[in-house]
């Protein structure tokens, strides 16, 4: 399939598994992934996040996103809302606190899968 100017004809999905590619190449210290997994489907989102920890041991990743398994994992979450910091710790921390947003989020998520699921 030939390649239009700007990947035009390809799906916003397609040109971001295209873009991860070109990372995994340049091997930089600092990878900032906006969203960088929002439109492709949960399970290659969990493949690529497998791939990310793998390949980018020795890099810095800052992760924007708002699909709760892409963080999850993460050393540290900062919880952000309208421009503001509510949290910011170890995952594991911010999830032993029933009342901090992140455990609000992560216990949302997964009551929409199981009524999604249902």
């Not at 035009?8 to 930089?28: A, E, P, T």
Request: include cysteine; charged fraction near 25%.
């Amino acid at each position: 399939m030939a390649v239009s100017d700007d990947g035009d004809n390809w799906s916003v999905g397609q040109r971001q598994l295209f873009c991860l590619g070109r990372v995994l190449l340049r091997r930089n210290k600092i990878l900032v992934l906006d969203e960088a997994t929002a439109s492709i489907d949960s399970a290659t989102d969990a493949i690529l996040q497998g791939v990310i920890r793998q390949q980018f041991t020795s890099c810095t990743v800052i992760t924007i996103a708002h699909r709760v398994p892409t963080v999850t994992d993460s050393d540290r979450v900062m919880v952000l809302s309208y421009g503001k910091l509510l949290e910011y710790d170890t995952p594991v921390k911010l999830l032993e606190d029933k009342q901090s947003a992140f455990a609000k989020l992560v216990a949302e998520y997964w009551a929409n899968c199981k009524r999604n699921s249902t």
